[in-house]
């Protein structure tokens, strides 16, 4: 059983930094097709960041492009989110998430974390 545990959120102010992580264990993301989502209150839950097996491939929503960064570590087992230049619409539980590549949707997901951006 694939689980996903996330860690790094908390409260910042505008312009900040900060690094999330998800540990990943029952699976290894080299294998796995993994994704940040994020929402926010009152809205539906987007996909911001993606990275597909190999690291060949990454996508970023417009809104988080030239400021977020995903990457894993294999060795870790564990996938990060780098987030620079943090606005107040950041402001959002984020989700890690993970999928086989043959499969369409994300069966795998991580409890949260709270990032709020300050103004």
């Known amino acids: 059983q694939v689980q996903l545990v996330e860690s790094g959120g908390g409260l910042v102010q505008t312009g900040d930094s900060l690094k999330l992580s998800c540990v990943v264990t029952?699976?290894?993301?080299?294998?796995?097709?993994v994704a940040w989502f994020r929402q926010a209150p009152g809205k539906e839950r987007e996909r911001i960041a993606t990275l597909v097996r190999g690291g060949t491939f990454t996508f970023y929503t417009d809104s988080v492009k030239g400021r977020f960064t995903i990457a894993r570590d294999n060795a870790k087992n564990t996938v990060y989110l780098q987030m620079n230049s943090l606005k107040p619409e950041d402001t959002a539980v984020y989700y890690c998430?993970?999928?086989?590549?043959?499969?369409?949707?994300?069966?795998?997901w991580g409890q949260g974390t709270q990032v709020t951006v300050s103004s």
């Open positions: 998430a993970a999928r086989e590549p043959e499969k369409s949707g994300y069966n795998y």
């Open positions: 029952g699976g290894t993301v080299s294998t796995h097709v």
